[in-house]
């Protein structure tokens, strides 16, 4: 499959998927991915807007507003609990994910998750930057609202991580997502109180270096993993340069780079542990940013040799594996690896975006949006 054709198929796939509503199911054809999370949601919307689909990305911006408008109530008791130093316990938090209507998931998978706010106030920030579009950024105020005062009240608290464990801990990569959205959310509305509050989160992260002279996956622990990259690139915890940033992705390449693609950690034991599409986007997402094209453009090419045949990209790939006594196992449970993750292909729009970036301006001048 030629970049240009993954491209198109991408960019049609994610706007074929997006609901009526805005939100797009992670991935529909695997049964535990039929939610929209708040932090794929709010990178695929990314990806769309940097190839040209402004309308797509309003729209799930707009999702998630009324997402936010709808919980406010929960969120106020959240906000009024912690103030009060009441504990609180998993369900009582906003979730990480919602049906496409916005209503909280029935099941019992782990939810509390705050990376994904975050991300969406981000995300509000690129759009409302890239597209000037004061007024949608008027109809979000009271959400916005909603989500600075909601992490400003938790993100001291343990919360699961973005790949939905480790629930006692507090995490880098979830913290870098608080500083990115309360950072955009004070650039865009001139806010002195996000600043304050994107400060402490950004001064708490870059306290809590871990042992091997970079950040660890949570905090007090040596270990790494792949999405402590979010603190360079998008959200600016760390320069890419900054001598913690580059020794937190020493250690990502030495011990979680194989053969090209990049896996999450190394004890994951999901499907056995494999080297993650999104991730190895991710890596080539920092690099082109650090002004390393060509290791930019090999994880791209890694990336795109991924496709089957339809160009379909799948969550991670199975050849190399951490623990392959766990492949069948999760098998057997939730089927084989979902595929296609709509983050995977918004990742690869967006690190081929990243390389290409004079050549998009000029494609989303000519390019018709589908709307
Ligand atoms: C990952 C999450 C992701 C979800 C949907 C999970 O396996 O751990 O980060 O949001 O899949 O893509």
């Given at each position: 499959m030629t970049e240009q054709l993954l491209v198109e198929k991408s960019i049609g796939l994610i706007g074929e998927s997006q609901a009526p509503t805005g939100a797009w199911m992670a991935c529909a054809s695997f049964s535990q991915y039929r939610y929209s999370w708040l932090r794929d949601g709010s990178f695929i919307a990314y990806a769309m807007l940097v190839s040209g689909q402004p309308g797509s990305c309003r729209r799930f911006l707009a999702w998630g507003a009324a997402v936010l408008d709808r919980h406010a109530p929960k969120a106020a008791a959240v906000e009024a609990a912690v103030r009060a130093g009441r504990t609180l316990g998993p369900r009582d938090f906003l979730p990480t994910r919602f049906t496409l209507e916005g209503e909280e998931a029935r099941?019992?998978?782990?939810n509390h998750q705050i990376d994904g706010y975050g991300a969406w106030l981000w995300c509000v920030e690129r759009y409302v930057g890239a597209t000037g579009d004061r007024a949608a950024l008027a109809a979000w105020a009271p959400a916005i609202d909603i989500c600075l005062r909601y992490l400003a009240a938790t993100w001291r608290l343990p919360c699961y991580d973005c790949w939905e464990e480790h629930p006692d801990q507090v995490h880098p990569a979830t913290l870098a997502c608080v500083h990115g959205g309360l950072a955009a959310a004070a650039a865009l509305l001139g806010r002195a109180d996000a600043r304050r509050e994107a400060d402490l989160v950004r001064g708490f992260t870059l306290e809590h270096c871990a042992p091997y002279g970079g950040f660890p996956k949570s905090i007090g622990l040596d270990d790494v993993d792949a999405s402590l990259l979010w603190l360079s690139v998008p959200f600016g915890v760390a320069a890419p340069g900054d001598p913690r940033m580059r020794a937190t992705v020493r250690a990502i390449e030495a011990r979680l780079l194989l053969e090209g693609g990049v896996k999450r950690y190394a004890a994951d034991t999901y499907f056995g542990g494999g080297r993650w599409l999104l991730l190895t986007a991710w890596l080539g997402w920092h690099r082109a940013v650090s002004g390393d094209a060509a290791g930019a453009e090999s994880c791209l090419r890694w990336v795109l040799d991924r496709a089957d045949a339809d160009g379909n990209l799948p969550e991670q790939t199975l050849d190399i594996v951490n623990d392959r006594s766990f492949v069948k196992p999760w098998e057997e449970r939730w089927g084989t690896v979902a595929s296609p993750l709509l983050w995977s292909h918004a990742m690869f729009l967006v690190l081929r975006g990243a390389l290409r970036a004079d050549r998009d301006a000029h494609i989303s001048d000519t390019r018709k949006e589908r709307t």
């Open positions: 099941d019992d998978w782990p």
